[in-house]
Structures are given as C-alpha cells and as structure tokens.
C-alpha cells in the first residue's frame, strides 16, 4: 500500500466513526442534459450539509492524540466552521469561530447550534483569519488553518469513495475554496493511480487560484462578491497552490449567472438543494460541454448544500428559464 492511500485508509476508520459514506449518484435528467453518464458526488448528504465535516474529524483525531486543548479558534465563511463545530463538539472541546460581517446567516445559526462561540469580525475572510489567529495568540488558544494535511486526508475520503465507485472515469470537476477538496481528489486520485482528469472550478469573481496558477505564486484578488461564498476566497494558500499547479488537467471560471443556472437544474433535475460552490462543477461542465463527447464518463462534486433563503429564491425564479 503507497503512502498516499494508507493516509487515506486511516482517515476513513476515523470519519466512518462517526459518518457513512456518501453516494455517488447518476441522474437520468442530467444525464440528458450532456448525453454520457454522469455521476453526482453527493457530499450535500451529510450532517452538516457539507464535505469539509470530514476533514474536521480527521484534524481533532490528531489533535486529541498529541494531547489535545481546551479551545479552538478558526475562521470560516461557514461550511469549515460547521466542520469544526462538529468535530469540536463530538472531542469536547469549546470552539470560537470567526465569521466576516454580512455572512450567511443560515451558516451562522449552524455553527451556534453545534455548540460554537460565533464572533463576528472583519470585511471579507482575510480579515476575520488575521483577527482569528490574533485572538487565538492573545488567549493561549489553538488556532485551527482552514487548509492542513490532516483536513486534505479527511475530505480526501469522499474522493476515494469516487473513485473506487467509478473506474471508467475521465473527468472529474471539483470546487476549489482555500483548496483542501481539490488537493484531496489529487491525493485519492495518486493513491488510485486513477486515470481520471481533475477540473478545478472557481468563480470569476473570486479567481484568486487561477490567477496565482497562472503565476506560480499567490496573487491576491481584490473586491471578492460571489454569491458561491465557499468560492469567496482572495488569496490562494501557498500550501495548496503547488499540488494543484501539478495535478490540475485546468481550472474553469464561471460566473454567478452560471452557478444560480446550475444550482436551477440541480433542483429541476435531481431534487437536491446545492449551495453556489456545490453547484459550480456542473456550471463549469456546462461551459465544457462541447468537448465533452457521448463515450465520455464525468463526475460533478456536490460540495454543500446550505443554500440560503435569499439565494434560494433567486433559484426558484429562474426555475422555468432553464428546464
């Protein structure tokens, strides 16, 4: 057994500790739609609505086993916060976290339900880190990165479920925020010896990784507002960067108009409410379709599925457009 999948073995014991594996599922609507079997990767199914729990487990395992704390701060847009809500909750251990003003309320409900301190602090996410790590100093308290080698190998479990479940694929479309989904479909897919081509997906009006791929080096993006906020990142980590600028077939930009499209036809086509992130592979595979030919086998990962009523709303009414 290589290094990578031993890694990933013994995440899944842990995450499947407390969580079941997630479907992957084929549509017959969608699959109309592109005209080759299609598979939905549907993390949306879990407790938090979200991929990222896993990754959370995974950290606190660790974290317990070099002899744990009483606190953890972190910063979130949402879907990492719930993460760290439930797995905080499940170690007992108190959790603080750091959200941007005008976050979506919904996330921040969950997160105060799991049992989280919710602070809010800052413009946008950079600021509310940078106010996170500095609380974190200030009181003695464990500060939790939202990209780390042992959340890479938490939520690089739903990657191996893929592709264990789907030998014959080609193209694999995954959302990229800070970067730990996408690193963990690169590391399922190098443990595998997977032939499958990863796509990353960003929104174009948070393209910090598809500038800083381009560049070799982190470029900071400025005035992000998506309304995929697990995209809403400015600054690509430099920790991620690499293994994407190596295992990355490309990296597609879509548009808000897109991702509310998609997010339209996830709910037309498959009855699943998908948040923007969630719904940005499809988008992405959408704008790809020409060169996506009938032999073709692709798979879209369904990141999340907390979608806010507002967001919500704006998908209902552009329901009929695209049927």
């Known amino acids: 057994m290589n290094a990578e999948l031993a890694e990933l073995e013994s995440a899944s014991k842990i995450v499947y500790d407390r969580l079941d594996p997630t479907p992957q599922i084929r549509w017959p609507l969608l699959e109309a739609r592109f005209g080759c079997p299609t598979w939905l990767k549907h993390e949306n199914h879990l407790p938090t609505g979200a991929f990222k729990v896993r990754g959370g487990l995974v950290y606190f395992h660790h974290l317990l086993a070099s002899g744990g704390t009483q606190t953890v701060i972190c ?43 919710l602070v809010i602090h800052g413009e946008d996410f950079i600021q509310s880190l940078n106010f996170a790590q500095d609380l974190a100093q200030s009181g003695g308290h464990h500060f939790l990165p939202s990209f780390h ?18 030998p014959d694929l080609q193209r694999l479309y995954v959302p990229i925020g800070l970067g730990s989904g996408a690193c963990g479909v690169l590391k399922a897919k190098k443990a595998l010896n997977h032939p499958v081509q990863v796509i990353g997906v960003v929104s174009s009006q948070a393209p910090t990784y598809l500038e800083s791929m381009i560049a070799g080096y982190p470029v900071m993006t400025d005035h992000v507002n998506t309304l995929a906020d697990g995209l809403a990142v ?55 379709q020409d060169s996506i030919s009938p032999g073709d086998h692709i798979a879209l990962v369904i990141s999340g599925g907390n979608v806010s009523a507002d967001i919500l709303q704006r998908v209902l009414d552009r329901s009929n457009r695209i049927r």
């Open 149 to 166: 080698s042992h959340l890479v190998s938490g939520v690089g479990t739903y990657a191996l479920e893929l592709l264990r479940a789907t």
């Open 75 to 117: 910063a979130t847009r949402g879907n990492h916060g719930q993460s760290v809500a439930f797995a905080a909750r499940a170690a007992g251990v108190k959790a603080i976290i750091v959200v941007p003003k005008g976050n979506n309320p919904d996330k921040n409900e969950a997160m105060k339900a799991l049992g989280a301190e």
């Open 234 to 288: 400015s600054q690509a980590s430099a920790e991620a960067l690499e293994p994407l600028r190596r295992g990355l077939s490309k990296v597609i930009s879509v548009t808000d108009d897109e991702v509310l499209d998609a997010m339209a036809i996830l709910l037309s086509d498959t009855h699943n409410l998908v948040e923007g992130a969630g719904a940005a592979p499809l988008a992405a595979a959408l704008r790809d």
